[in-house]
């Protein structure tokens, strides 16, 4: 059985767990939630980058169309292509980050 970690994203406080073969945005949707802005889910849009505060990850090829390395330096990253290698906490910074800090009715 896999390692399962904890994911807290810091913009809304919630939290959600992954395994280590699974991507951060795709366990966020498989547990129905909706922390993350979603895009095209193939790391060319950039709709769900994020920037990791806390913990250790690996991560696959991102597209330098969204994605610059100066920024992969800093821990910004596409939820698309991250794999949680310990609990993590994250913050929104794509562009549909301010969805995120609406209020909901």
Known sequence: ???R???RIEDSGEVFNCTGEQNLLRAMEVLGRRGI???CRGGGCGVCKVRVTEGRFSTRKMSRAC???EEERDGVVLACK???TSDLSLRVVGGL???LA???Y
């Open 1 to 3: 059985m896999s390692e």
């Open 5 to 7: 970690f904890s994911v």
């Open 37 to 39: 802005p979603v895009g």
């Open 67 to 69: 994605l610059s390395e």
């Open 82 to 84: 991250v794999f949680a």
């Open 97 to 99: 980050r301010k969805a």
């Open 102 to 104: 609406r209020p909901r």
